[in-house]
């Protein structure tokens, strides 16, 4: 079956430590994409990438990195600088253009 | 700054009768709209969509209307069922590179 899968469900952290969220996509999607969710707030684009070796940041990019080195997997790190991490981050994958997004089930970060 | 706007955060509506959801937005430039499915601890879904050439998209129980003009989508749910209790989000892009989500509307229904 194809799909998103995010790991961990939960990620607990200590302050002043990068943590790296996973996400890997079997959709043989071109495009992936990082959001975050608080509560009583919408979805908010952290980064985007729509090919492998590129990516643009999103709204709040600030204290989180990248990378996207192959199509499957696009991982987010949440580094020190960040400094209000705990959160619920959702990643998705789609064909890219306007068409819709596949999420996985999320990752629920918090901070020691 | 939202650009995408879900003014009620929950709506309550007995089985069987029409649930109605909407959204606002403000850029008149966006050109595709979706509207997404999230159950707890789970991700969203996508339900429908609709392009900004059309007015209307139906599919099965679930319709899709915008309106250009008040720069307003809803959607419309009929007839509503227990398993359609869920949060709603609307999404909103211009370009497809980024999307823009409402903060969702918590849907119940009663059964």
């Known amino acids: 079956d194809g799909g998103i899968t995010q790991s961990p469900k939960y990620l607990f952290r200590k302050e002043g430590q990068n943590v790296t969220l996973s996400c890997e996509q079997n959709?043989?999607?071109?495009?992936m994409y990082w959001y975050r969710q608080d509560p009583g707030q919408g979805l908010r684009l952290i980064y985007y990438?729509?090919?492998?070796?590129?990516?643009q940041k999103g709204d709040i990019a600030e204290g989180y990195s990248v990378s996207r080195e192959k199509k499957e997997s696009f991982p987010l790190t949440v580094t020190s600088a960040q400094k209000n991490p705990t959160a619920f981050y959702l990643c998705?994958?789609?064909?890219?253009?306007?068409?819709?997004?596949?999420f996985g089930d999320g990752t629920r970060l918090s901070i020691l | 700054d939202q650009q995408v706007k879900q003014n009620s955060p929950s709506l309550s509506v007995q089985e069987g009768r029409i649930s109605i959801l909407n959204c606002d937005y403000t850029?008149?430039?966006?050109?595709?709209f979706l509207w997404y499915k999230k159950y707890p601890a789970e991700g969203p879904t996508f339900l429908i969509s609709?392009?900004?050439?059309?007015d209307k998209n139906e599919d099965g129980r679930f319709t899709v209307f915008l309106n250009k003009s008040a720069k307003h989508l809803s959607l419309h749910i009929v007839p509503s069922q227990p398993g359609d209790s869920a949060v709603y989000f609307c999404?909103?892009?211009?370009?497809?590179?980024?999307?823009?989500f409402g903060t969702g509307t918590s849907l119940t229904v009663i059964p």
């Open positions: 998705a994958s789609s064909f890219g253009g306007n068409q819709p997004q596949h």
């Open positions: 959709l043989n999607h071109d495009a």
């Open positions: 990438s729509q090919i492998v070796n590129d990516f």
């Open positions: 850029n008149s430039m966006f050109d595709y």
């Open positions: 609709i392009s900004s050439i059309k």
């Open positions: 999404a909103a892009t211009l370009t497809g590179n980024q999307f823009y």
